[in-house]
């Protein structure tokens, strides 16, 4: 599906940073991208939703 196909861009993000992904990162990277998909599903444009997503991982960075 849609959903699956697009968890790598979340996880290579991550591992772009660390060196290991734990399984709690895992599971909220599965969690928010079955939120993406509920997002596309209801109407949302799977461009504007992950450009929102980037968005708020680029903010998180720059905040810590």
């Keep these: 599906t849609g959903v699956q196909t697009c968890a790598l861009p979340i ?3 991550t591992v772009a940073n660390r060196q ?3 399984a709690f ?3 909220l990277a599965e969690q928010v991208e079955g939120q ?3 997002l ?3 109407g949302a ?3 504007a ?3 929102l997503v980037s968005d708020a991982i680029n903010l998180g960075r720059s905040a810590s």
């Design 25 to 27: 990162n895992d599971a």
């Design 11 to 13: 996880s290579a993000s």
């Design 40 to 42: 596309v599903a209801g």
């Design 20 to 22: 290991r992904i734990d």
């Design 49 to 51: 939703v992950r450009k």
């Design 45 to 47: 444009k799977e461009d």
């Design 36 to 38: 993406i998909g509920t």
